[in-house]
Every structure is written in structure tokens, then in C-alpha cells.
């Protein structure tokens, strides 16, 4: 039996369902779906990375890597190979699995700066592949005429379509993340977040559990990397450079990194900002994202989810 709030799942799976059924009789938001969309690829990378930095205590600076591995593996053998796209999805999360292991397993050693600088450099190195390799890549010029998706005929050639496919893996995710965290795997990753010594001392394989959250987040970042390929059927290294990957940090720190509703709310508003709201700021955009992630870790260091919490605490008082 799932042990989760059921009612706040089920009230977000009617909302998304309606969503596209609002946007559509609203013509000043009918282009919202297509940003929806976006926003759900966004949010399987997150809620992987919520858990990591969150729950478990490890930082990552280079999960652009994992969705960019994603997307080329899906590219590279859906368009060089012509193999059958969810075939592809499926290699690309194992080469993510697998490079994740051989990366997480001397890097999650380290602790604090020393990590983050880790997984910064394991990020550039794949973004510097991706703009070499030209040949299998494509090089700067990113790669085109990726196959969209299609089940058992039925294919997902509109944003709509494409909106419910997206969300869909993204509710799946996130009650399966639920149960990840209420599990003892999730107990051992809190342990290890608050003391790794007391956790050890405990018999919890500190090593094992780090490696285990590290691999599952890159799975969804792979995953992503991949519904993103299919569906613009472009990519080019650009998207999956070292900003994104602070991009992503932004999303789960605005909205909350221990808690994995705050992973979907921070999507939610980045991607806004960054399809939709700040246009007009042109080159000054980062200007714009780096007083949003200094404000909220001075004034909400619990994200916007902590944002009731501090209302109540205000009537209290």
C-alpha cells in the first residue's frame, strides 16, 4: 500500500489534466501547454536531484551531463541507427546508470566544496565531448531529425499529446520518489544527510546508499534528456552546458530541496522566467536568476514551501 497523502496527488493529476482544457479557451495563455511541457522535463531532473541534495546530502553541480547523455544516446540511435525510440530511452538511462556508478563511486568520497567541484568538472568534461564529437554529435551544430514518439500507433505530434505523455512519467515519478524517501532506503539517506560517522555507526553502507541516489537521479535526468530529444527532434550541446546545471539547482532551492513538491514549484517558475517572463533581459537574464537563488537562501533558506510554515509562525508571535 502506498504510504502517501493521496488527496494532494490525486487534486495535481485533475489540475494538470485540465490544464491544456483552460489554456486552450484562453488565447493570451493557449502557448502555456507547450511551456508545460518543458516544465515536466524539467521536473523529472529535479525531483531526482531533490532527493540527492536534499534527502541525501550530496551536492551536484553536473546533472546537465546525465540529461545531456539522454538525449544524445536517444539521438544518436534513433537517427544514426534508426532503432525504435523507446528502445533508446531505455540504453540511454542504462549509459547514464552506468556512467553515474563510475563517476558517483570515487567522487561521492568527497564531501562539501570538494564534491561540487567534482561533479563541475564531470559536467564540463561531457559538455566538451558534446562540442568535439563532432562526427557522432554533430558538434556545435547540436543534431536534427529526430524521430518524435509514437505508442502502438498512436502518435504524441502535438504539444497536448506530447504535455499528457510528459506529466504522466512525471506523477509516476514523483509517487515512486514518495516511497523512495518513506522506505529504509530514504531513512538511510536522512541518516547519512545529518551525520555520516553516526549513520555509519549505526551499520548503515554509507558508500552503497550514496551510489544508489546518485544513480537514481541520474536515471530521471537521463529520462528527461531523452522526452527532450524526441520532442524538439533537435539538440545541440548549448542546452546541457555548465548554467543549466545551476539552473537546476535555482529550481530546487527556490522551490524547496527537502521537499519534493518544492522540486515541481521551482520547474514551474524557472521555466516561466526563463520561456516566457524575462526576454526582455536579454544577456542580463543571469543577473535576474542569481538575485533570486542569493534572496532565497538569506530569506527562505526552506524554499517557497516553507512560506506557510513562516505565516503561521507570524501568528503565533
Not at 291 to 306: E, K, M, S, Y
Not at 310 to 317: A, L, N, T
Amino acid at each position: 500500500m502506498l504510504r502517501i497523502a493521496k488527496l494532494p496527488i490525486a487534486i495535481f493529476a485533475v489540475l494538470i489534466i485540465l490544464f491544456p482544457w483552460v489554456a486552450r479557451e484562453i488565447p493570451a495563455i493557449d502557448h502555456y501547454t507547450d511551456i508545460m511541457v518543458f516544465v515536466g522535463i524539467y521536473c523529472l531532473i529535479t525531483l531526482g536531484l531533490c532527493i540527492l541534495m536534499g534527502y541525501a546530502g550530496q551536492i551536484s553541480i553536473g546533472h546537465a551531463a546525465f540529461f545531456g547523455i539522454g538525449a544524445y544516446v536517444s539521438a544518436i540511435l534513433t537517427v544514426r541507427f534508426g532503432i525504435n525510440p523507446w528502445a533508446c530511452m531505455l540504453i540511454g538511462t542504462a549509459v547514464s546508470s552506468a556512467v553515474a556508478v563510475l563517476v558517483g563511486a570515487p567522487s561521492l568520497k568527497l564531501k562539501g566544496h570538494y564534491l561540487a567541484m567534482a561533479t563541475l568538472a564531470f559536467g564540463i568534461v561531457i559538455f566538451i565531448i558534446f562540442n568535439e564529437e563532432i562526427e557522432w554529435t554533430g558538434g556545435p551544430d547540436g543534431m536534427s531529425g529526430i524521430p518524435g514518439l509514437s505508442l502502438f500507433g498512436f502518435a504524441f505530434d502535438s504539444a497536448e499529446k506530447y504535455y499528457y505523455l510528459v506529466w504522466s512519467f512525471v506523477i509516476l515519478a514523483f509517487i515512486f520518489t514518495i516511497n523512495i524517501i518513506q522506505s529504509g532506503t530514504g531513512r538511510a539517506l536522512r541518516a547519512i544527510h545529518a551525520s555520516e560517522p553516526a549513520a555509519g555507526a549505526m551499520g548503515v553502507n554509507i558508500s552503497k546508499y550514496k551510489i544508489i541516489v546518485f544513480v537514481y537521479s541520474a536515471v530521471l535526468a537521463s529520462l528527461a534528456g531523452s522526452l527532450y530529444a524526441h520532442y524538439l527532434n533537435f539538440i545541440n550541446p548549448s542546452t546541457f552546458d555548465l548554467f543549466f546545471s545551476i539552473k537546476l539547482v535555482i529550481m530546487i532551492a527556490l522551490g524547496g530541496m527537502h521537499n519534493l513538491w518544492g522540486a515541481i514549484i521551482g520547474s514551474g517558475i524557472i521555466t516561466f522566467l526563463s520561456y516566457e517572463w524575462l526576454h526582455y533581459f536579454e544577456e542580463f537574464e543571469v543577473i535576474v536568476y542569481g538575485a533570486i537563488l542569493l534572496l532565497v537562501t538569506v530569506f527562505l533558506p526552506n524554499g517557497l514551501v516553507g512560506v506557510p510554515g513562516i505565516v503561521k509562525g507570524w501568528f503565533r508571535r
